[in-house]
């Protein structure tokens, strides 16, 4: 009978020892368990400090519409007026391009009968010797007159062209709010 009891004192120890592995065990995944919640915890703090921040940021981005508003609303009658001088500008610049080019079609026409008129008054230099060396100077004049004029037409069709696009930009600025004081 006490090999009996020494069974039973021996097994009340084993279950005895393995609820107690298993208590301790249950201990370390609760610690476990409580450590990650707490870092959870931790990093959802920080998140929300951010969100905190980020938000004050916003409100003060907020605070500082209505003064770049009227900022822009107070400037818009001097880009208008600005936007108002280009466009002028643009049609005149026009204008004058297309009678340069009309210029230069012209002086281009001319060109056949003066160099004929050259041609005739070289070939007649013999007679009218004295005439030949004006006659040159002013075909060479109109020559260069003519190259300068086609030259100048290049020019104010750059300068229409620049103008288009400084008007373009203007009017996409209008759109854009101003940022700051």
Do not use: C, Y
């Amino acid at each position: 009978m006490q090999m009996h009891m020494q069974k039973r004192f021996r097994l009340s120890w084993a279950i005895t020892l393995a609820f107690t592995i298993a208590v301790l065990s249950g201990l370390l995944i609760l610690t476990r368990d409580l450590g990650i919640t707490n870092d959870t915890f931790k990093n959802g703090v920080v998140q929300a400090q951010e969100l905190d921040a980020t938000t004050d940021a916003a409100l003060d981005g907020a605070h500082q519409l209505p003064p770049a508003a009227e900022a822009a609303r107070q400037g818009l009658p001097e880009v208008v007026g600005v936007i108002d001088s280009l466009t002028r500008a643009n049609q005149v610049l026009g204008t004058l391009s297309d009678q340069l080019g009309t210029l230069g079609t012209t002086l281009t026409e001319a060109d056949a009968p003066l160099a004929g008129t050259i041609s005739a008054g070289r070939g007649a230099g013999g007679e009218a010797g004295a005439a030949g060396v004006p006659l040159g100077g002013i075909a060479a004049t109109l020559d260069d007159a003519n190259v300068n004029a086609q030259a100048l037409g290049q020019k104010l069709d750059e300068t229409l062209t620049l103008s288009q696009t400084i008007d373009q930009k203007l009017r996409v600025a209008l759109l854009l709010p101003k940022v700051g004081n």
